[in-house]
């Protein structure tokens, strides 16, 4: 087979497909996606709290362990809100999320105040042994939850407020 034989037969270049700009950047598709999830969590948080029942330690029990276990689904929503404005550098904006997280985070340890307030009541209202463990894995849990939420809320906070500051 002769060299021009060859270089025929090899396949055209093939041609580069190339996105056209349509002013979507993965900014605003975190943002999107992000509002969407804040708004869903603060949905199950709003409705969890509504009526509010304070000074019921049965619904203060039940309504600080359900929203601790309902926070992932608002944490994820705020960090990609974060993401998003952290990529447009927009100083105000990323500061307003990081009062959010701060605000969540003290909300957390007032939550937590209640919450062990509540827990020698419960444990003294159930006698049925089977009961009394669910009951006493539910308190680790929300335990466990309080205290990973408030470091890492805290922790976000902190260094997005410290990434905004001029050095």
Request: aromatic share 8%.
């Amino acid at each position: 087979m002769a060299v021009s034989n060859v270089v025929t037969a090899l396949p055209r270049a093939a041609k580069k497909t190339v996105i056209a700009p349509s002013g979507l950047r993965s900014a605003g598709l975190l943002g999107i996606a992000g509002a969407a999830l804040t708004i869903a969590g603060l949905l199950d948080l709003v409705l969890a709290w509504y009526p509010i029942g304070i000074g019921n330690p049965e619904w203060e029990f039940g309504t600080i362990s359900g929203t601790l276990n309902s926070l992932p689904l608002l944490m994820v929503g705020l960090v990609l809100i974060l993401a998003s404005v952290h990529e447009s550098g927009q100083v105000w904006r990323i500061r307003a999320v990081a009062g959010v997280f701060a605000v969540l985070a003290l909300w957390i340890i007032g939550s937590a105040v209640l919450y062990l307030m509540d827990v020698p009541l419960a444990l003294k209202a159930v006698n049925n042994p089977l009961a009394k463990a669910g009951l006493v894995k539910a308190i680790i849990k929300a335990s466990g939850l309080i205290i990973v939420y408030t470091v890492v809320f805290s922790w976000i906070a902190a260094a997005s407020w410290r990434h905004t500051t001029v050095r």
